[in-house]
């Protein structure tokens, strides 16, 4: 497999202007026609013409309306070779087949349930036609769509329909055109049975946008909330940034079958139906918020992504880390901003950072890859995100803006790189940020220490910070990157001194907003070593650092464990009090793991049932606030700071914090989880939300007891739940204890729920992650369940990526998790090889692990990519793990 280089970048020789697509569909094959309009891209060009091309029948070329001769290109399994193009423009005309129905890879034109649907990002556009598949190569596109009337009723591309109409044999066409330039990977293709959801939206310049779901019919009920969530998007991006829909139509439509959660195509957004479809009765808060959260991502790709594109695949985090932040925002402005900060958080350390320190850590901006498909990372987006969230940090909302505008003012219509939004940003603030473009191109989690100290003859508090970011493949030595650290300080009351004056780097600055106090400093750290020097300082305060998490590093301070919980008491950054929970408990999390290691007996810190307790008690916080404050960091989070990762211990750990706490607190938890409970109509808004969560939580505690008091209560809740958020929180509590309460609670879910396949996804899920020892071969009879499709994505994810993600079961020790991984990826790899890669990569941090386990791991390794036929895909994360 060969290995593609950011450095190797080249402008394409050709340009193309426009597209014209043709499809006839059939049952079996599907015939397109591609007529382009090619022009030399560089001066007097007469290199030949390269397209790609995968699993394409080439039926005949034209250039100039002339049949080309066989001797005047060449096909390879990966391209067509135009040797001697014409000089200056000219036309092309390509004519293929192609096989949707035997398409399971769900890349290119593929069928699912009947339906024909596409999905080219990154790069399956290929697989339909002959093409320069590459995101700077820009043109307008129509395309007409031919196919059975009865079979295929609807007719989908993008852009606005220009005309349809009945031809014979009972068949029908559309004909579609986008009048904006797009690369290819945002073309999309939808036939098939659907019907539609309409809505419409009045943009700020008074255009009115029509705007439809479609679905199967029976599913058109469940389309509401994604409805809603579309307009508030498209209010959104106007209020905060002032960007308005460009067409008059807005379609989404809803699949099974799709490898990722969904697709920005240009008007023609596609998504897996667990993002879109949501009622009351079968969706949980969890899914509503991702609803609303997916559909304002692929919405705001309009601006950021298809009108502004990347220039190549290595500059995905543009679009993605922008469109992830922007997400952000607005799931924040909707709901409660530090919850979901919280939230975002709490991903980044539990999948990014391991990502970060492992065989497969890059750079946001990766320097290298062989299947692009690999690097749509939890590193290019949440740290991509983290990255623009600085921008934003160190210019205020005003200043991120007004680099917005800028950036969309110079590049609208242009497929562009990293550079260019840093330089929009910067340029728009008249800023110089140095070293900022590392976080670009630098892997790994850099760690900050940060001192402090107090003179009170001098009244200055001084914060020492160095940093240092880890080795990671291909990158032994670091520079430093530039840290934005927001700081306050917290005096001996609680409450936020202002800041005057800071001393660093020989410059003495003044700390001010136009004579109004500041709480909240952003401190530039962008070398190895700096002091920071506060003035005016009348006691010795407690330092809040890295509120709001201002940057994406780990924090190692010498704040002790009374500061902390001074600080889970009285931080005015609601982040930070959380925070400073956290920082306790995987502080008691680590020492009850050496603990228990060397058997000795655990015994919990009385102080930290104290902070739990009174955060529980709290009448004043967010409820949401509390169901997170009172959640330990998850068992990889602790994995992950461990010299050597023990899953076992980790687990009787965590185990014996929550049944502790569950029983010390108990009084507390029952209270919150009873007058949580409500009878009103489920609502989707914060404040019930917020009481639900509580509620789940406390009920999630107080099983953990497994006690017969609260286990009754846990199926009381079952069984009264009018909603998918109490009912599977009631469930999920109820299964952490093996017996016949829980067999019985999972099998009455799954005769109640086997006619909803999103339903029965979770009823898998759950059952993948319980963590109970030889939960494999509960996990392997359940692939063969009725219910279970390896085709399916969304099942594989939930059952497999499910089962890899709970440490006890993959990691037993006899290895029977890595077997069972291994078979499965080499299943599937035949099937889908986005998918299996995706799988494969629980393997890649063997290494973290003991002698016996990392055996174990490597043999699985060593046995899949010594496999025949094995994709590129899971080539590629099966060898960089070994490597
Ligand atoms: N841009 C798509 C991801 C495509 C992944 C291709 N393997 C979804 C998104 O991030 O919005
Ligand atoms: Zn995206």
Known sequence: PKEIFLKDYKKPDYLFDTVDLEFQLGSDETIVTSKIAVSPGNEGTSSPLVLHGRDLKLLSIKVNGTELKSDKYTVDPRHLTILTPPAGVFNLEI??????????????????????????????????????????????????????????????????????GDLEGGKHYALWEDPFKKPCYLFALVAGQYECREGSFVTCSGRKVTLRIWTPAEDLPKTSHAMYSLKEAMKWDEEVFGLEYDLDLFNIVVTPDFNMGAMENKSLNVFQSRLVLASPETATDG?????????????????????????DWFQLTLKEGLTVFRDQEFSSDLGCRTVKRI????????????????????PIRPHSYIKMDNFYTVTVYEKGAEVVRMYKTLFGASGFRKGMDLYFQRHDGQAVTCEDFYSAMCDANNAQLPNFLQWYSQAGTPTVKVTSAY???????SLKFSQEVPPTPGQPMKEPMFIPVAVGLVDSTGKDMPLTSIYSDGILRTVSNDGQPIFTTVLQFNKKEEEFIFNNVPERPVPSLLRGYSAPIRLDSDLTESDLYFLLANDSDEFNRWEAGQVLARKLMLSLVADFQQQKTLALNPKFVDGLRAILRSTSLDKEFIAKAITLPGQGEIMDMMAVADPDAVHAVRTFIKKELASQLKDDLLAAATSNRSSEAYAFNHDNVARRALKNTCLAYLTSMNEPDVTELALKEYNSATNMTDQFAALAALSQNPGQVRDDALLDFYNKWKHDYLVVSKWFALQATLDIPGNVANVRKLLSHPAF????????????GGFCGSPVSFHAKDGSGYKFLGEVVLQL?????????????AFSRWRRYDETRQALAKAQLEMIISANGLSENVYEIASKSLA
Request: aromatic share 10%; with cysteine.
């Open 95 to 164: 004519v293929t087949e192609i096989y949707p129905q035997l398409n399971t890879s769900l890349e290119g034109l593929y069928r699912t349930t009947g339906n024909f649907c596409t999905q080219c990002e990154a790069e399956g556009f290929r697989k339909i036609t002959y093409f320069q598949d590459r995101p700077d190569v820009m043109a307008k596109y129509t395309c007409r769509i031919e196919g059975d009337k009865t079979l295929y009723p609807v007719l989908l591309s993008n852009g606005n329909l220009i005309k349809q």
């Open 287 to 311: 899914d509503y918020a991702a609803i609303l959260g997916v559909i304002g991502h692929e919405y705001f790709h309009n601006w950021t992504g298809n009108r502004v594109t990347c220039r």
């Open 343 to 362: 939230a975002d958080v709490s991903k980044l350390r539990s999948y990014q950072f391991p990502q970060d320190a492992g065989p497969m850590a890059h």
């Open 455 to 461: 003179d009170a003859s001098s009244q200055t508090f």
């Open 789 to 800: 499709d390896m085709r399916n994505p969304n099942k594989v994810y939930s059952l497999i």
């Open 829 to 841: 790899d035949k099937i889908n090889p986005q998918v299996a890669s995706r799988m494969v990569s």
